[in-house]
Structures are given as C-alpha cells and as structure tokens.
C-alpha cells in the first residue's frame, strides 16, 4: 500500500486478510522496480476492478506526492467562478420566481450580503483587532524553558509494560484519510507511528477515502474541471489569508452539499421510484468495508461520516465501530467532525468534547484525551547532525546550520502546504530593529523555497527548509515561532515550552480562530493582526527574552477555569500515549 507521503516501502503489516486477497509484500511492492510480473497484474486487477474500488494507486501515488498541493491555477479559478456563476443564477431564479409570489425572495442576495459582511466586521474583524492589542499590552510571563516533562522512551516502555490486549488475534484497521492541509496527515502518521513501536497487535491499512470521493464518476467538479476539493483547499493555502479564506468556506459548503445530495436527495428519488438510485459513495464504501472487513474505523477526516455510515449500512457491519479522531479545536465549528451520535469521538479539546454530547453522542462514546495528538518526535532531544552528542551546545548546533548564536532565532512555518505569506512574514522580521536568525520551513511549495533561497536577506542568516519530518528539532533551536494559527504547530510549540506570535486577522480560517484564542488568552504567545505589526511583536518578544542568548524562555500559561487537558496544562500533552488504551478499550 501507498504511505501518506506516496512512497512505496515496507507495509504496515504482513498479516494478510484473506488468502485470496494478493500479499500484503506484493501489495506495498515495486511498481517502480522492474518490468510487471503476473502478480503485479494480479493486484492491479484488484484495485481497478470496478467491483471493488476502481482504485488507480500509481495515480494516487503522484498525487500524494505532488498533485495535491501543486493544483492548477487556472483550473481552482474556473470551478470557484463557475460556483459563483451558479450561485448567481439561483438568485437570479428566485429574483423570477418573486416576480409571481410577491414574497421578497428578491431580496435574499441583499440579506446575504449584510449577513456575510456583519459576519467579516463583527465576528471577525473587530475580535481579531481587539484579542490581539490585548495580547501585546499584556505581554508574556517568560520563565527558562523546562525541560520534558513526558519522554517518549519512558512512555513506550510503559506501554509496553502495562498495557494488556484483551482481545485475541490481530485486528484489522482501516484509517480513512484526507490530504486538505496536513494536519490530517500528521495526526496519522504520529499515531501509526507508535503503534508500530509498542508492536499492537493489528492490521493497519490506509484508504485515501477523501480521494475516492473526489475522484469517483459522479463527482461534477471532477468530472468537468479534473480538480479534487483537496487540490482547491490546498490551493488557496498557498495564495495568501483572503484566498485561503475564501477556498475554505467554499470548498467545505461544496462538501455539504454535495455528499447529503448524493446520500440523501438522491436516495429520496430511488425510493420514490423504487428503485436503489444514488448514494454513489455510500456504494463504494459498502465495497472497501466487504473488502478489508475491518474490525475498527479511524477515521481522521471531516465531513465524511454521512457516506461512512450508509456504506456500512449496505455492507450489514453497522455493528462495526467509527472512531473520529478530531485535529481540530472545536467538533462542530467550521468543520463537521461530529456528525453522528454512533460515531466514538477522539477529542483533544473541552469545548470538542462538550460539543459532541450536546450533539448527542453517549458520554462512554467521547474520550478527551490531554491534548492534540503530536507526532513521537516532539517527545524527544532534538539530533539535528551526524555530530551532536549530550554535551554539545544549543550554539553549537546553530553554528552548524550557518546560524548566529549571539542572536535570537525565529521558526517561520504556515503549514505543510506552504503559503506565500511566508516571504511577507519574513521579510517583516527583517524590517525589526534587533537582529534575528530566521528557519523558514517552506512544506511542499517548492516555489516558496526556491524564492526565500534566492532573495537578499542582507544582515540576516537564515537556514530555509523543504517538507520535512524534522519540525521539533527545529522548533527546539528556535527562541520563537511566528505561524498561522494550525491546532497541531501551536500544540506543538505548547508541548515543547516556545512561546509563538501567532496570526489572528480577519481572514483567518474560521477553523484556525479557536486555536489564535486558546495562544493568545493563554498567554502561550503574542498576536498580529497584520503582517505589518509582526516587525513589532518581534521586538517585542526579545525585550521580554532579555539580552543573555544563552537562556531560551517559554511561557507561564494564565489560570483558567473549568479546563481540562490541553486547555488546563498545555505542557502535560501526553494524548499520543493515551491512544494505544483508548483503541484497546474500543477494539475490546
């Protein structure tokens, strides 16, 4: 099988399914390697075979390395013109029909508008503008950064020790997973990460079932433009604040729509004409469920639940159970994660846990865990080369990456995608009037990369990075980081004691705005509301850290009331441990 990241290699597991079904060897194989044996066309037939998935993984192997996130401009722009020209014309449609019913449905594009701008300057704008003046009158409370409080050979080693298997056999899990951002993809490989180390006992197969749904026959945004959703929310990441704003909202009610139309509109129109009509997804979910059996459903996507239930429903294994595991701070904010009371909820939040029972789902179906679920890296000292040892020196380590020591360093990352904010961030910083080392970590946007490579930064160093798995070892050289307001980064930072300035504008994602709450009203770092005030922060933040570079500081979270887990002690994140017993728990 494919990795998240598209590389073929080792499979999770050798323990095979069913002895028809090719080997789990020849499944992970060399497609790359060699001319095709006759099992090679052996497997392909069972991945293309419309019986089964119609599944193209050569396909899905490029897209996940380089289509997801390099999407074509002139495609994104033509479905999101084409979407507002079919806005426009039901307008236009009810304009006509108030011509006969005289009911004001002319007007509705006029309640729309006042309705869409008093959203952008009440909720958004003018919270943005305040929360972040606060944020730079209070200033910090900064102590010397604390060293782990959760190690990760600790906690495996206790895992392994006291963690007991009341089940028998190897399990079989499916993990439904989604490239929009990579918050998604880390969470996964984080949690694959360490069940592979404690040796659980279970199959684990990864579905690309956000690309499935957006690639399958019916899919019109497809089918017409040969653009994915992922492809257009990933687009707008890489194009700055507004159109990444834009995209998200677009791309999240296009979902809405589409898949309750597919499941339950055209469901409607079958059993009308009693006939099995529609329900395109629920179809091929029913298929990868008879195909894998699993015993157990991670499911690390949004908005999906709808289809995952009725493909259960026709395959008769509704009994088998849906874990969401929720990357984001909030469960029925701007994504839709809860979506229905059978599901068990994966939450790292208070207020996502408090959402799904008011939503309905049983209090033994909703486990808040301590935090967001981090990958194992950001429990461990940072190895950046070939020459660290325990006794080498954080100046030593900068030194090696063409950094000065006898300034602070600032960790620039806006996500895996990359966007082009980061060079306007940059060179903010090097507008500041103390000198800084500046990491940029640039993602997949290889055009990113080659410009902060290429530009003039005069006075100051700085070290720019591609995609790499190596974040915590950066963030942990850094004195601060300056990012967008992503629930895993800032739970990163929070769990390795960096202060951060993060983003808080208008145009924030609206997923993104309760995570810029939780930093700045924790006091886990400064805000900006403009790039043009980063310069500012910036200095701020190294009068509080003083002028001896040989201290790095984090933050003293303030006191809060009525919290729990990461919104009590953003240090004490140890939710990644707590997953192995929660699956345990689920599985028997």
Known sequence: WTGADGTWGTPHSSYPV????????????SLYDGEPTEEDDRRE????????????????????????????????IIVISSGL????????????????????????????????????????????LWGTYKSSRRGLDLVERQGF??????????????????????????????????GHEATQRGMLELLEEIEFPCVFYDCALAWMI????????????????EQLY???LRHGAFVAWFTSNFCHWGQFFGLNIDVHLAGLVGNLLGVDYGDVCGRMCARIWEYY???LILDYTQGTGTVIYAGLKRANMLHVPVVKVVSDFEGRGAHRWIEDVRQYILCGTSKCRKESLDFGVPPHQVVQTSGMILRPGFYEQPQLSQKNTPAQTRGERLRELGLDPTVRTALVCWGGVGSAKVMDVGKSIA???IRVNIIFLCGRNQDLLQSVQSNDWGRIRVLAMGFTQDVSNYMQLSDFVVCKPGPGICSEAAVLHVPMIVEWSTFTLPQEVPVSRWVIERGLGLGFHSVQQIKARVEQMCELMGSDMSKVYGPTPFPGEGLEGVDRYPLANRALFEVPGILERVLS
Not at 18 to 28: F, I, K, N
């Open 214 to 229: 957006d690639t399958n026959s019916n899919n019109p945004m497809y089918t017409f433009f040969g653009i994915t959703g």
């Open 149 to 182: 409080k959760i190690r990760r050979d600790e906690q495996v080693e206790q895992l392994k020790k006291n963690l007991e298997f009341r089940f028998e056999g190897r399990k079989v899990i499916v993990a439904l997973s989604g490239n929009g951002g990579g």
């Open 18 to 29: 069913d002895p028809d079904r090719p080997s789990e060897d020849t499944l992970a194989g």
């Open 431 to 433: 507008r500041s009037k």
């Open 85 to 128: 020209t079919l806005l426009g014309l039901v307008f236009f449609l009810l304009s006509k029909l108030d011509d006969k019913l005289h009911i004001g449905l002319r007007y509705s594009p006029l309640v729309a508008l006042f309705l869409v701008v008093g959203h952008i300057v009440k909720d958004l704008f003018l919270l943005s």
């Open 234 to 236: 990933n687009w707008g």
């Open 293 to 295: 059996q699993p015993d």
């Open 45 to 76: 037939a069972w991945f293309t075979d419309p019986g089964y998935f119609n599944f193209d993984y050569a396909q899905h192997a490029h897209y996940i390395k380089y289509a997801c996130t390099h999407p074509s401009s002139v495609r994104a």
